[in-house]
């Protein structure tokens, strides 16, 4: 079977959803309307900066967990790794193990010791022994890269998924969608600060488990229950044959493709231990106790998540042909919500479109709550680290620093906005893949110096953070995933120098190594009495916020 126009496609989703268009509407409306109302009510109990930055540190470990759950499973989690699967088998399942290694590094190593150590942002820990001002201008510099570069997903997975619904096939069109998620972020932080941010990040995060549990089971039960009949039909449909389940369709086609492979494991693994909008959520609970639990909880709740993506991904390959993802999508981020469709009787049934309504707002609500959580981030480290500590030198009161930190939200978001639109085409799996490796890059290896090496000096904190950052970004910008490709972001021109699409091979080993080389080149000697404070603080909580 030749697959079809992308037009036809499009078209054909379109008059699909057409026929049930004020049902979709509502479903979307509802969802707004009721985190708004959440956002408004939290916004109320916003008094002060521990309310704006840590939700007054009020959080249960079980409700923390539940949020970063909400928080991590984003757009790239629902859309691109079931595209991901649907299109490529087994390496597209990848993603999915990756993400959720990546989870015991955190655990392990971050979750409780940066609790113990920092107040607000991540910059808290780094500057605590060093130079206050260079190290927080470069923790907030990196904070703020790294969200952007993860809001970029969330912008394209907005874009894709509201098209698809409202049967939008103009650029123009996905542009202002794009615009209007952002605008909803902007209201989101502004408003609610952390305390509504975590509220919709958990009613987010509720929903998606619903959700992707109805369709797992829906999927299951239209093959009886057989997995082996579920990957069998899934092989013989994708036209690779056995191939489709075994590894090699994406990452073993050639040298440089293996070596692709072990860069995205890389940053997968280390990448989420890294996070600015995860590390933050570690203070909003009351003790070191709770933060460890927070995570517990967030662990199994992602894993089952993440279990599931495996029948969503090899479920919409069994019931779509390749054809038809990749014409509604190029990268594939709409094979959930197009299996969703088909599994409840195709577009032209009231069941179709009613699973592609319910699917279609759990996943736009999963991208407003991330996307709110990664807005966040980046604005409270402008506002606490660079305005706060930097520009105003510590003198800064709680209303400005708070000011500060609206005002960021609304010159971030318009960033957002503006790349967003041009990464609308890109696999979100793919672009979320490259935020962890800018974080495991630049923000990784200095929080692992700065809580267990002792000689660790600002000079070595610099060179790791801006090193790493520089390498990462810049490997990005001269790879397949801007130019070169037609699946690129600016498909005819052509300075993919890098070919890998992953930097994460390169530079997170490099960022460790700046790291310790700025620090043994250094003439800075390093304060023990202050590095014996933090080893202290982080490991008992002595003192901790």
Known sequence: MSPAHPAVIELAAA????????LIISLFAAFVVATLFITVWAGRQTKSAADFYAGGRQFTGFQNGLAISGDYMSAASFLGIAGAIALFGYDGFLYSIGFLVAWLVALLLVAEPLRNSGRY??????????????????????TIVVSIFYLLAQMAGAGVLVSLLLGITSDAGKILIVALVGVLMIVYVTIGGMKGTTWVQMVKAVLLITGTILITFLILLKFNFNVSDLLGTAASNSGKGSAFLEPGLKYGASGTSKLDFISLGIALVLGTAGLPHILIRFYTVPTAKAARKSVNWAIGIIGAFYLMTIVLGFGAAALLKPGEIIASNKAGNTAAPLAAMEIG????????????????????????????GLTLASSSSFAHDIYANVIRKGKA??????????????????VSIALGAMARDLNVAGLVALAFAVAASANLPTILYSLFWKRFTTQGALWSIYGGLIAAVGLVLFSPVVSGKPSSMFPDANFDFFPLENPGLISIPLGFLLGWLGSILSKEEPDKGKYAELEVKSLTGVGAH
């Not at 049934?349 to 609500?365: D, E, M, N, P, W």
């Open 397 to 414: 009161t709680e209303k400005e620093e708070m000011k500060a930190a609206r005002w960021s939200t609304v010159f971030i978001g318009i």
């Open 15 to 22: 008059s699909d959803a057409s026929e049930h268009r004020t």
């Open 121 to 142: 942002t991540m910059g808290d820990v780094l500057a605590y022994r060093m130079r206050q001002r260079p190290v927080r201008t470069a923790a907030g510099t990196s």
């Open 345 to 372: 009787g195709g577009g032209d049934s009231t069941g179709g479109a009613i699973l592609l309504a319910v699917i279609s707002a759990v996943a736009f609500a999963t991208i407003l709550a991330v996307v709110a």
